[in-house]
Nanobody, 121 residues
């Protein structure tokens, strides 16, 4: 089995900061790209940030300059540093990883269960 577990969400005031973490574990053979997505109630899930195993990144326009994605390959962990948070950032944030597993060697996406981020005064 493969698991991705997010942590670091919570309630924060506008202008505040949070750091999300996502640790992958289980029968992992390799991980290529990892990313963060978010979904607000009644809306489609959208890409927030993505990082390849080579370190190249891309961000949604709405978070550029405020969020930073990074990863620690030795820990199979991806991070999202979120600064200058706005109420419109409120959503459930999901971790994603494109992985090969021991029993399923074809790369495919895996998802975490999500962590709630609420930005409110």
């Amino acid at each position: 089995q493969v698991q991705l577990v997010e942590s670091g969400g919570g309630l924060v005031q506008p202008g505040g900061s949070l750091r999300l973490s996502c640790a992958a574990s289980g029968s992992i053979f390799s991980i290529s790209a990892m990313g963060w997505y978010r979904q607000a109630p009644g809306k489609q899930r959208e890409l927030v940030a993505r990082i390849t195993n080579g370190g190249s990144t891309n961000y949604a326009d709405s978070v550029k300059g405020r969020f930073t994605i990074s990863r620690d390959n030795s820990k199979n962990t991806v991070y999202l540093q979120m600064n200058s948070l706005k109420p419109e950032d409120t959503a459930v944030y999901y971790c994603n990883g494109d992985m090969q597993t021991i029993l399923y060697p074809a790369s495919r996406p895996y998802w975490g269960q999500g962590t709630q981020v609420t930005v409110s005064s």
